[in-house]
């Protein structure tokens, strides 16, 4: 167990609908980061919240959004949901910014299914 | 920007023998963290390693060990006695030390088999 907590573990969907995933992050971490992973794809970075503040964008589409609450867990909100946007939807955490050497803790990870 | 590459997609090593994994990255900073990323088949992203780019010295940590060439911009990773639990796609990632820029930017990734 990383620390880093993902819930759905699966989700299956239908075209057109509207999804959340949740993540809590390690104990103690400051920083939220959402990846895709598509089939046999590299990760692709999406979105990244600092103490409930967006800190940095990536390739994340308008039909996504996210937030990160008081309490530090975040929710990326998929919408108006594609064939394409099946994915492995990864959170991590770390400690803090300003330091590379923080290690990404990553969770297990959403398997994102659209039908 | 930033870029990762890893240039073989796939590779295969005879268990208990050593297998040496491939990655260049692109950066203009000076300062910046390499790691090495293990995606076993349950998909979880597993650290094996990490790299500050201020060290000269190579990081190990048991039977991983990187090769880091920072003027050619090139970090393998060394797997010695490799196991079957070794099998896994392997990621390289780079992060920058930049403020605002902390996320890892991972590398297309190898798939290694482990042939008993």
């Known amino acids: 167990d990383s620390g880093v907590t993902q819930t759905p573990k699966h989700l299956i969907t239908a075209t057109g609908q509207r999804v959340t995933l949740r993540c809590s992050p390690r104990?103690?971490?400051?920083?939220v980061y959402w990846y895709q992973q598509s089939l046999d794809q590299g990760l692709q970075f999406l979105i990244q919240y600092y103490n409930g503040e967006e800190r940095a964008k990536g390739n994340i589409l308008e039909r996504f959004s996210a937030q990160q609450f008081p309490d530090l867990h975040s929710e990326l909100n998929l919408s108006s949901l594609e064939l394409g946007d099946s994915a492995l939807y990864f959170c991590?955490?770390?400690?803090?910014?300003?330091?590379?050497?923080?290690?990404?803790?990553f969770g297990a990870g959403s398997r994102l299914t659209v039908l | 920007a930033q870029t990762v590459t890893q240039s073989q997609p796939e590779m295969s090593v005879q268990e208990a023998e050593t297998v040496t994994l491939s990655c260049t990255y692109d950066?203009?900073?000076?300062?910046?963290?390499l790691f090495w990323y293990k995606q076993p088949p349950s998909r979880q992203m597993i650290l094996v390693i990490r790299?500050?780019?201020?060290?000269?010295q190579n990081a190990t940590e048991n039977r991983f060990s990187v090769n880091f060439q920072k003027a050619a911009k090139s970090f393998s990773l060394k797997i010695s006695d490799s196991q079957l639990g070794d099998a896994a796609m392997y990621f390289c990632?780079?992060?920058?030390?930049?403020?605002?820029?902390?996320?890892?930017?991972f590398g297309t990734g190898t798939r290694l088999t482990i042939i008993p």
């Open positions: 991590a955490s770390s400690p803090n910014v300003g330091s590379g050497a923080n290690v990404l803790t």
């Open positions: 790299q500050e780019a201020y060290k000269q």
């Open positions: 990632a780079y992060r920058s030390t930049n403020f605002g820029n902390e996320k890892l930017t």
């Open positions: 950066t203009s900073e000076s300062d910046y963290y």
């Open positions: 104990s103690g971490d400051l920083s």
